[in-house]
């Protein structure tokens, strides 16, 4: 399974992004996808997921009621809407595919990794 990400940018303080992840197989075992980030300097830490089957969504307490994480399971792919953007919103996102039941929020658990796309939100 390949995973291509894309939609990263620059874009303003206030502005918006959307960010989208494409599946390379059309079926495998998938319990979740779930976008992660990495700013400079920091750890990767959880962003949002979404659950496959259900389309249960969970998000990071900083990001809450500014993103929104989507799955379209006919194109194969997962999106994050990115508003009301903050210049500490910038780092290299990744999007990643859980294919086992578990926490979303480690990114331990996830098993196929995209490449990475960065999003730089200047003040």
């Known amino acids: 399974v390949q995973l291509q990400a894309s939609g990263g940018g620059l874009v303003q303080a206030g502005g918006s992004l959307r960010l989208s992840c494409a599946a390379s197989?059309?079926?495998?075992?998938?319990?979740?996808m779930g976008w992660f980030r990495q700013a400079p300097g920091k750890e990767r830490e959880f962003v949002a997921a979404i659950t496959w089957s259900r389309g249960y969504t969970i998000y990071a307490e900083s990001v809450k009621g500014r993103f929104t994480i989507s799955r379209d399971n006919a194109k194969n792919t997962v999106d994050l809407q990115m508003n009301s953007l903050k210049p500490e919103d910038t780092a290299v996102y990744y999007c990643?595919?859980?294919?086992?039941?578990?926490?979303?929020?480690?990114?331990?658990?996830?098993?196929?990794w995209g490449q990475g796309t960065l999003v730089t939100v200047s003040s």
């Open positions: 197989a059309r079926t495998f075992s998938r319990y979740a």
């Open positions: 990643a595919v859980r294919t086992n039941i578990g926490s979303v929020y480690s990114d331990s658990g996830y098993n196929y």
